[in-house]
């Protein structure tokens, strides 16, 4: 793994919030957001290569992509709470992106059909990758909060997965296949 | 003026709060936080459910202590990740439920290999109250017992195995690697007033049924029936009061709502703060006749740390890929165990001292997708049915070993630098050694050996990498018990050498931490120094 285990968040299991405890007392009264959805760190422009950039990681296929799922709401609301510092960083990588396709391509990520936008990407998972470092570790960090956001939303949880646990179950049956059970070594 | 000042409400201190006011003690306990609501835990919230309530404002009690309100330090370039949880039950609102034996293989280790200092006890001194604490605790496991992990009558019947466990049990019967049921303190029958474990898998977000042991709903509102049970909530101590005669006389303690200092008096004191506060209490306990913390006249006080190391290795198996959902939640965490082998006569003589066991946290659907994606390399459509078709087929191995005490490794508290009270700093100096590397090589080689038995699709890690010290949230031995007061702080009894009236009995009593989780033997513990505690109260000796 490239990113080390933490017990804590493990032994929460399934729900471990992807951003950090983010409140130092109970408040469970605490006041709603009203109205439409806004993005409170990303601009318009960086909202929409986001947009872009998670679909292409996670597409529409016979299931909803990232956009559906609203992963750029995710993104927007881990940046905002996050450090200052990550929120910077993810800044200048979208710069760095946007720069990047205009010396290849003439134009900025968003505005790439998607084989060019197939490419870079390409380029910058490609292990070892000749882009820039920078680059490189931006796109990580773009799919790994593309992957937790599309992972934990209700589209890439059920309709993707296919997910039914964290419920109430009378009786846990377990391993109920037999050619699980007779299966040996070797095999 | 109480009899007994408990400090601390999670598995020791909660337990010795249990077992004197059961007795008729009265108990004045001191807790480092309040209650959480059970009404507002988010057992079954799904993660897309606490993203939009998040989104909203809206936070789950926050059961981590933040280090930003109590800060500890670290030597530059030797980070230590301590966990706290400062409120009702403690740690055992969240724990992992491990239960696990201790057995004379752990007792007597020092005398077969020379390293530390023995257990002042034997399992035939603790077997009475594993028997009592797994009753009380409802433990579930298996029929099994080995010189590693005694048997039990006292055990609920065991959760059947998922499907990856199913494979992962056939991949050890082949190596000759034992493997068990886990035994774990979800009750599989209804028990103490709790309706069974319903199988969500949500327990690290407390559970809603009180299905599994916590102090905070199986043993404090016990306590509190018995009328000799007061708590005082928020009380962040920050040090024990001594008397001229150089016995305990109550404790200093600070109000985390208010700031004020408030001093409290007692008979005798409880310290179950968990290991690095109790340590740190006693450390800051200074007096003329104490000059380098109450009882540290060994110089043993905050030395000779312990714990457990980890490490991770994951895999998917191919027998399951693409077989589609299946609700893998059971009771959280593995069904299976594989208890230490590395000492068996058929297994070639290891080139490091003490072993390891196995735990498997997450199989199968246990988890959401993103587990599964972050392991997988690439972008686009293929990634997305590449994610599917392991999301079922996923096993994860957890490798616990023995990491040995040190004396260098340490907790010292730092005059120059006071928390929000004006009270000193601990400082946590901690390093893995030598005997942590070779065994860790020995954890990573058998869980390959394993997945390679399988035929298993293994997610590539770094053989030299290790989780930060701390990680296991399983610290010990910075007051360890021990016969001779000159190389321990506690006799058998929890019970300090230097002072008569002063007991400690969370795992920093514990003399080296073998590779089993704790709980259940500070529980077994903090119950026979109570007892013994209320012998000597009884009789007048204290």
Redesign the interface.
């Known amino acids: 793994m490239r990113e080390p285990i933490d017990r804590r968040q493990a032994l929460r299991r399934l729900g471990a919030p992807a951003v950090a405890p983010l409140f130092s007392h109970l408040h469970p009264a605490l006041p709603k957001a009203e109205g439409p959805w806004k993005p409170r760190f990303l601009n318009e422009s960086e909202l929409e290569t986001v947009t872009s950039l998670a679909e292409r990681i996670i597409p529409e296929t016979d299931t909803p992509g990232a956009r559906r799922a609203l992963v750029h709401q995710f993104v927007d609301f881990v940046l905002a709470e996050g450090e200052a510092a990550a929120r910077e960083r993810f800044r200048e990588g979208l710069a760095w992106l946007d720069k990047r396709c205009g010396s290849l391509f003439g134009r900025p990520f968003a505005r790439l059909d998607e084989g060019q936008q197939d490419e870079i990407l390409t380029r910058l998972s490609s292990s070892p990758s000749s882009e820039e470092p920078a680059g490189v570790s931006f796109f990580g960090e773009t799919k790994r909060l593309s992957v937790d956001g599309y992972y934990r939303s209700e589209a890439g949880m059920t309709q993707e997965l296919g997910f039914e646990g964290r419920t109430f179950l009378a009786e846990f049956k377990g391993c109920t296949h037999p050619e699980h059970h007779s299966w040996k070594v070797g095999e | 003026m109480a009899d007994v000042i408990v400090v601390g409400s999670g598995a020791s201190g909660g337990m010795a709060a249990y077992n004197l006011t059961q007795k008729g003690v009265k108990v004045l306990l001191l807790d480092a936080g309040d209650e959480f ?1 059970r ?2 835990f ?1 057992t ?5 459910e ?2 939009g309530r ?6 789950p ?2 059961f ?1 202590l ?1 280090k930003e ?1 109590q800060p500890y330090l670290t030597p530059e370039g030797k980070p230590f990740d301590l ?1 706290r949880v400062w409120g009702r039950g403690g740690k055992t609102n ?3 439920r491990v239960s696990l034996r201790m057995s004379d293989l752990d007792f007597t280790a020092a005398e077969r290999d020379g390293w530390g200092i023995p257990w002042p006890i034997r399992y035939a001194d603790i077997a009475p109250y594993y028997d009592r604490a797994e009753q009380l605790m409802g433990v579930c496991g298996g029929t099994d017992d080995s010189d590693v992990l005694p048997g039990s009558r006292q055990l609920m019947p065991p ?5 990856g ?3 992962l049990q ?2 050890c019967d ?1 190596l000759r690697i034992p493997m068990v049921a886990g035994r774990r303190a979800n009750f599989t029958r209804p028990h103490r007033g709790s309706v069974p474990c ?8 407390g559970c809603d049924t009180a299905s599994f042991f916590n102090t905070a709903d199986h043993l404090i509102p016990q306590a509190l029936e018995t009328g000799h049970l007061e708590i005082r909530p928020n009380a962040v101590v920050a040090r024990i009061l001594v008397d001229e005669r150089g016995r305990a006389s109550g404790v200093q303690y600070f109000d985390r709502r208010t700031g004020a200092e408030r001093q409290v008096k007692g008979r005798v004191v409880v310290l179950g703060a968990s290991a690095m506060d109790s340590t740190r209490i006693l450390l800051n306990s200074k007096s003329p006749r104490f000059p380098n913390g109450l009882g540290n006249g060994s110089d043993q006080l905050g030395r000779n740390f312990c714990e457990q190391q ?1 490490v ?1 290795v ?1 895999g998917f198996l191919p ?1 399951l890929f693409g077989r ?2 299946v ?7 593995e ?1 299976v165990y594989v208890p230490r082998f590395n000492h068996r006569p058929d297994r070639p003589k290891p080139d490091y001292l003490r072993g390891f066991g196995i735990q498997f ?2 199989t199968g ?6 587990d ?4 997988l ?5 293929s ?3 590449a ?2 078709k392991r ?1 079922p087929a996923l096993v994860s191995l957890h490798p616990f070993g023995e990491v040995l005490s040190r004396a260098e490794n340490r907790v010292t508290v730092d005059e120059s630098r006071k928390d929000r009270y004006g009270v000193p700093l601990m400082k946590i100096d901690v390093g893995f050694g030598e005997n942590e590397r070779k065994m860790r090589r020995h954890m990573y080689d058998t869980c390959e050996e394993i997945l390679h ?2 035929g298993a699709e293994i ?1 590539p ?1 770094d053989r030299e ?1 290790n ?2 010290p701390g ?3 399983h610290e010990h031995a910075t007051c360890r018990m021990g016969k001779d007061p000159k190389t321990s702080v506690l006799n058998a009894f929890n019970q300090m050498h230097e002072v008569a009236n002063l007991f400690v009995v969370d795992g920093s009593a514990f003399t080296s931490a073998s590779e089993k989780n704790p709980t259940l033997t500070i529980v077994a513990l903090a119950w026979r120094a109570t007892d013994y505690l209320a012998e000597e109260m009884r009789t007048g000796r204290l």
């Open positions: 609501d009404r507002y988010w079954h919230t799904l993660p897309y606490a993203d998040r989104r909203k404002g809206d936070a009690p926050q981590f933040d309100e966990a969240v724990w992992g959760p059947a195995p998922r499907c466990e199913v494979f056939k991949a082949t319903h199988y969500c898998g949500a327990c690290g977000d980890m991770h994951r027998q589609g959902y609700n893998d939640d059971g009771i959280g965490g069904h946290w997450n659907a246990q988890t959401t997708g993103a599964v994606a972050h392991s390399p690439g972008f686009g459509a990634f997305k049915a994610v599917k999301y038995t399988l997610v890690f990498a989780d930060v990680s296991s949230i």
